[in-house]
Structures are given as C-alpha cells and as structure tokens.
C-alpha cells in the first residue's frame, strides 16, 4: 500500500521535528516502520512527481517535466502494470484534478477512482475531501478479499489559497490541514487492524513534495528547489514489523520505492529504473551506498520564458544549477540562506561532474495546448503564467528566485479570482501589468476579469495592450470586441470580430464567437436581417450553439412577444447547459426577465440567482431578483439586496 500526500513538508510532522501539531495516524506508523529522515522529491509539482513515484524514474526519463500540458507518454510502465504481472489486483484513489485519468497517471490499475465533488463551488470541484478518498479505499479493500493488492491512495494535502493569510494564519492553516489528513491515515490504520491486515502488509507512505510557506519567498511550490519544496516525509512500515522504530539518515528519494516495493513483493527489475531498493536498510543491519539525489524545476522555464533549475543532494549538501549556481550546507544552515558557491568555489566541481550523468534530452517536449476551462482549473492549483516556447533552455538568463514575487503576485491574483474577490484581483494584475508590461498572459487576465467584474473601459484598454504585445491573438480581438460593444462602441466592436471572422487560419469556435458577436453588433444596430445571416454563419462553424434561436428570441422579446420569445429562448438555453461551453451572450438573463413578464416567477429566480453566481457584480441580475422578490411581496429580501 503507498499513500501519498500531497504538498506535505517533512518538517511539520512531529516524526520530523515538528512541533506545530499532533499526528498520533503517522506517530503510529512510524513507530512501526522505519523514518527515512532525508527522502527528497524529484520536481516540486503534483503530477511529475507522481509519475515518477510511480515508475521509479526521473522526470526528464519520462518527458513529464510540469504539471500543465503533460502526459504519461505511451510505453511508460507504472508499477501497477509491473504488479499486475505478478498476479496483484491494483486500485488507485486520487484526490485532485491534477491526477485525473487524462494525464495517463490511470495506466496498469484495475480500478482508477478519481471521482471528484459536483459544487458550483470551483475550488471544491478540483479535490475530493482526503475521506471520502479512504472510504473508496476502504470499499475496495473489502471487495478484493484475499487477493495480493496493491492500492495508491492519492490524499490532497495543504494547499493556498493564502490569498489574504498572515505568516502565522497560513502556518495555522497548514498544520491544521495536515491534522485532517492525519486523522485519515489512522482511519486506515485502524481499518487494517480490525480486518487483520495491518501486520501482514507492508505499507509506505510519502509526500509528493513539499510546499515553501514563505521560505525563499515562495508561499506554495512549483517554481524554485530548496529544501521546503523537495524534502518530503518517508514511511514504510515493512510486513511483520521488521525493523520497528528504526530511523534512516541517507538520502533517499521517490524513484527507489518502485524498486522497494518490486523487492517486497519478490518481482523482478526492469533494467530503467533509476532507483534502488531500499529494503536493506528496514533491516537494523542493513546498509546501502550513499548517492545523489536529483530534482528539478523547469516551472520558470515553461511558463514565463526563465531559466530552468537542476538540483542535487547528498543530504547534506544541495547544489543547484540554473542561471547562477548555488551551494548549501545543510548541517550548518538549515534554511539554505547562505549560499557556498563563491567562497567554496572548490567545492563546486563535483557536483558539476556529478550532474553530467543526469542528462536530459536535447529537445525539450513541448506544452500541450490545454483549454481555458481547464487552464483556468491549473490557476487555481497555481500554476499560473503563459506558455511559453523559448529556443532553448541554456539561453535562458532569468533566475526564478530573482522573480519569486512575480508569481507570488500572480498566484495572489488568481486565488482572489477564485474566491470571486473581482476588485483585489484586478488591483493584483493591475500591478503586476505595471511591474511587468510585457506579459501577454497578465494583460489577459486583467482583462477578462474586468469583464466579469462589468469594467468594460479597464477591460478594452487591458485587451489592447495583449493585441500589441501579440497582434495575432484572436481571443483578445474578440474580448475587446465584446467589451466595446458593452460600451456601445459598435464601429470598433464590430472591427475587431470581423478580424477573426476574416481569419482563415482561426479555428471553427474562434469563427462561431466571431460571427456570434456580429450578430449582437447587429441586434445592437437593430438589424435583425444581418443579425440572423451572422447567426447561420455561427452556427455552421458552430452546428451545436443555438445562435439563430438567441437572435429570434431577443427580437421577439424586444417587440414585446414574451411567449414567443421563451418559446426560442428556453430550449436554447437548455442546450447551452448541457454542454460545457462558455455561456451565450445574456441569454439567461433574457430567459430570466421574459419569465417575468408572463409571471412565472419562481424560475425567473432561480435563473438569476444562478446568473449572480456566475457574475457576482451583475447589476442587471441583481435589479431584476428585486423585483421578483417585491413582486412577492418578499420586501425585506428585496431591500437587503438593493443595499448589497
């Protein structure tokens, strides 16, 4: 059984040293297993570093080097496909979009539960509560009686946002967390207790990597690769309480647990693995050879065009090498603030000649496109800047740790962005685009939320300096076009749709939001013969977004025809919610008030409240639920709303 946490530093457990809370749940498995006291990751990210815990290789071995617009490439082998061959039935629980069965981390398992919660919350719909998952661990246990099983239980651990947090509330808010998960791993402890399956199983657990809580000025992880990020706790209690109690001091790291677990369950090696067994040290006379552990981070480098960071550790020492090089000692400096490199300059050549038997390849895989829905998940997770594509890694000058509050700012942003908090956000973007004008990515963002936020004038102005950093940049053509004709600047609205509308290489959604706009444009202009050719041209780009029946219903409710109109408007709009598109124009809103003026009042509410959780700064949303609620007499609902 592995169990991995996520974003779970060593030093916060009390097994570690720490002393900020309890965890009797690890307390008792360490008392029974062996404390590996230096386990490091490979690469401060959730996905990487689980592929690599779970193929025993390095990230640059596997090609998944970032956790956005990467994948388990074809022919990889994850140790459940190794186990299975050996007779095992697999199961994996995850807990985080990051882990879902698209990035291929579901290969080889008999089962692959990555069911996450259904909110309209969009934090809580990215990561299922750590119980839930051990309850579904719990289930298939039972359903696989006796067979040999192999089950990785994914838990989600400590993550921002930290948005507004104090230095003290965000520590409290990680031990808190960390609490949580601890009540449950001894849930599962005393579940394999009571089923008689504790003793008999051999049972790791391991943090996927680390989190800098304000350490070298990073407060989540990602971008830099010092202790905080990489330093992780390690478990593993072996079958029959073999070497209980014993604490390991070597460094160890992530790719020498599939070989560990290979050597538990007498299954043999295949020859690419990068990691060795460690089961001669949960022997008390067992000992292995000391080696380099390597980690990277090619965050800076893939999402804002910095340089790439490499690492290495004995346990003692960590040098790294990116666009200027650092030594640290960990004995007599903890937290690595006093950096070797120029006064031990002697020291340096080893770990230099060390690094050259890690060698990646020469061509870098490239980011996949992932879509904005889906781009807007990753924010959340923090992952945040644009994809970048530079000519090569080595030309790369920016040292991350040099620009740690550029991402600091950024992830602040998105995380107030999430939480709905418009105006902090566009207040964060609107100073980070100061601080650094020419990242199209944060022109982007400030735009789209000064959208959202009904700031039309910020929003076009945010746009037009995207369209100069990037002229070819459709989706910023069509969110000034939107913005302008918010501000009913139909001339220049209807030139930037056209641009895209006119683009041969724009792809068919690109081509239906072009002409969707022109038909708005031209319902604005009260040209409804235009309108509805735009809308026929957005429907073939487009066959399943019911523009045509939009433009009708929008001319019949404006002459008044409220029945005719619902009768165009609401199965338009029943088709937009099935499908995970971006919403149609106003027509909920348009639905809402037809609705209203035939008295159906009770679904004219419930479709702008849902519009309010859309849009939380909707005037038009909130003005027509007041007069659902004075028309029901509900006053003081009414007067409370108006005063909001």
């Known amino acids: 059984m592995l169990i991995s946490i996520d974003s779970l530093r060593a030093d916060h457990l009390p097994a570690y040293g720490g002393e900020g809370v309890k965890t009797p749940g690890i307390d008792r498995l360490s008392a029974d297993g062996v404390v590996f006291e230096r386990a490091f990751s490979h690469i401060p990210q959730t996905l990487p570093a689980t592929v690599s815990l779970l193929t025993g290789r390095l990230p640059f071995d596997t090609g998944v080097r970032d956790g956005v617009g990467f994948t388990v490439p074809e022919g990889e082998r994850l140790l459940p496909e190794m186990l299975r061959d050996r007779g095992y039935s697999t199961a994996a629980v995850v807990s985080s979009f990051l882990l879902r069965k698209e990035t291929g981390i579901n290969q080889g398992f008999n089962l692959f539960d990555a069911n ?55 520590l409290s808010s990680y031990d808190g967390t960390i609490a949580s998960i601890d009540e449950v791993v001894d849930r599962l ?78 299954a043999p090696f295949p020859g690419n693995l990068r990691g060795r067994s460690l089961t001669p040290l949960l022997d008390r006379d067992g000992i292995i050879a000391n080696q380099l552990i390597y980690s990277e981070s090619l965050y800076g480098f893939y999402h804002f065009g910095w340089g790439g960071l490499t690492s290495l550790t004995d346990g003692r020492y960590r040098y790294i090498r990116g666009p200027k090089e650092e030594l640290y000692d960990h004995d007599t400096d903890p937290g690595e603030l006093r950096n070797l490199a120029d006064s031990r300059p002697e020291m340096l050549a080893p770990f230099r000649a060390a690094l050259k038997n890690f060698t990646p390849p020469a061509t870098l895989r490239r980011m996949a496109v992932v879509s904005p829905e889906d781009r807007e998940r990753y924010e959340i997770f923090g992952y945040v800047g644009a994809r970048s594509e530079p000519s090569a890694l080595s030309a790369q000058t920016v040292n991350p740790i040099d620009k740690h509050d550029v991402v600091e700012r950024y ?14 956000a566009i207040d964060q973007f609107k100073t980070l685009s100061a601080q650094e004008s020419a990242m199209r990515d944060v022109w982007m963002l400030l735009a789209t939320t000064a959208a959202r936020a009904d700031r039309a004038e910020v929003a076009v102005d945010a746009y037009q300096h995207a369209i100069s950093l990037e002229p070819a940049n459709p989706d910023a053509y069509l969110g000034a076009a939107a913005a302008l004709l918010h501000l009913r600047k139909l001339d220049d609205a209807a030139m930037r749709a056209q641009y895209v509308a006119d683009d041969s290489e724009a792809d068919a959604m690109l081509q239906a939001e072009s002409h969707e706009l022109l038909a708005q444009i031209a319902l604005a202009r009260r040209n409804i013969e235009l309108a509805r050719a735009e809308a026929m041209l957005a429907e073939e780009a487009d066959p399943d977004r019911p523009v045509s029946a939009y433009v009708d219903g929008r001319n ?66 909130r003005a027509g639920l007041v007069s659902v609620y004075k028309a029901t007499g509900r006053t003081t609902e009414a007067a409370a709303l108006s005063q909001h």
Request: without cysteine; aromatic residues 6%; hydrophobic residues 40%.
């Open 189 to 266: 402890v005393r579940y394999l207790k009571t089923h008689q399956l504790y003793d008999q199983s051999a049972i790791i657990l391991v943090g996927s990597h680390g989190e800098g809580l304000g350490d070298h000025g990073e407060s989540a992880h990602g971008l830099l690769t010092y202790d905080e990020a990489l330093r992780v706790p390690l478990i593993i209690k072996p079958p029959a309480g073999e070497g209980a109690g014993r604490r390991v001091k070597i460094a160890v790291q992530q790719a020498d647990l599939v070989p560990t677990i290979l050597n538990l369950a007498k």
């Open 116 to 170: 996450l919660p259904v909110t309209d919350d969009r934090v809580s719909a990215l990561r299922r509560d750590p119980l839930d998952a051990e309850r579904v661990a719990e289930h298939w246990l039972d359903s696989v009686g006796g067979q040999r099983t192999f089950l990785f239980l994914h838990l989600d651990g400590p993550h921002p946002p930290y948005a507004k947090a104090t230095s003290s509330d965000q």
């Open 411 to 424: 992830r602040r942003a998105v995380n107030l962005l999430a939480t709905d908090d418009l105006k902090g």
């Open 556 to 621: 019949a409710f404006e002459h008044r025809h409220y029945a005719e109109a619902l009768e165009l408007l609401e199965p338009a709009l029943e088709q937009i919610d099935k499908t995970p598109r971006r919403p149609l124009a106003d027509l909920r809103l348009l639905t809402a008030e037809a609705l209203v003026h035939v008295d159906r009042l009770s679904e004219a509410e419930y479709l702008f409240l849902e519009e309010l959780k859309r849009s939380p700064v909707s005037e038009r949303a």
